[in-house]
Nanobody, 119 residues
């Protein structure tokens, strides 16, 4: 199996910055796409950003120009740099990877890290 360990969440004032990290551990043969999703209070989970193995990226319109996703494939780690944070960015942020393991393949999720942006 694979474990995704997220870190970097917390409380920040509007206009501030946070950097999320997610490291994948396990017997991993290949990681394809990596991404971040979020679930605001009382709402459904939504895509924030994804990055392919070739470093192509896509972002939700609401975060374009403020958030940057990147990856370190050698470390099986994905990052999300979040700048100019707004109260509406408050959510639990989840890491997601599409991976091929030793005996399985598919989408895998972290447990989430809470980001709270105060006004």
């Amino acid at each position: 199996q694979v474990q995704l360990v997220e870190s970097g969440g917390g409380l920040v004032q509007a206009g501030g910055s946070l950097r999320l990290s997610c490291a994948a551990a396990g017997i991993i043969r290949r990681i394809n796409d990596m991404g971040w999703y979020r679930q605001p209070p009382g709402k459904q989970r939504e895509l924030v950003a994804r990055i392919t193995s070739g470093d192509n990226t896509n972002y939700a319109d609401s975060v374009k120009g403020r958030f940057t996703i990147s990856r370190d494939s050698a470390k099986n780690t994905v990052y999300l740099q979040m700048n100019s944070l707004k109260p509406e960015d408050t959510a639990v942020y989840y890491c997601n990877i599409n991976a091929i393991l030793s005996a399985a393949r598919g989408d895998y999720w972290g447990k989430g890290t809470l980001v709270t942006v105060s006004s």
